[in-house]
């Protein structure tokens, strides 16, 4: 099983980015973690990050025809972009949504998210970990239809 994980804008600054909203992971950390955990539970995992909504467009229409679902952290693109939740949705595979912080209880824009209505779940606020329960919920989903 393949999974691709994307990485939204401004992702690239983890560790150096308000490290009391999003910890002090890097980017790197987060990726390496993901793949000791795909190597743990049979998966294989593929990253992307781009401050660019429409090269993680061109990215979500390339990897779907060699991916079974994405783990998507769309960063500020969650509140604002119908057209990466039409892309996800366009390409017919599931994907969970996750957020380090607790978009929750943060400011009231970040609580409305135009992905989490057509994604199969969304973790938020366990730092790096919303990644890696998002993961297993990813492929344990996919393992399961």
Known sequence: MRIAVIHGPNLRRLGKREPEVYGTATLADINSALADLAGEIGAEVESFQSNSEGQ????IEEASARVDGFLVNPGGLTH???TLRDGLVGVE???????????????????????APVAEGV???????SYLLGLRGIVAHIANR
Request: glycine share 6%; net charge neutral.
């Open 56 to 59: 993680i467009l061109d990215f």
């Open 80 to 82: 604002t972009s119908i």
């Open 123 to 129: 973790i938020i606020g366990f730092g790096t970990e």
């Open 93 to 115: 595979l599931p994907f969970v949504e996750v957020h380090l912080s607790n978009t929750a209880n943060r400011e009231r824009f970040r609580k409305h998210s135009y992905l």
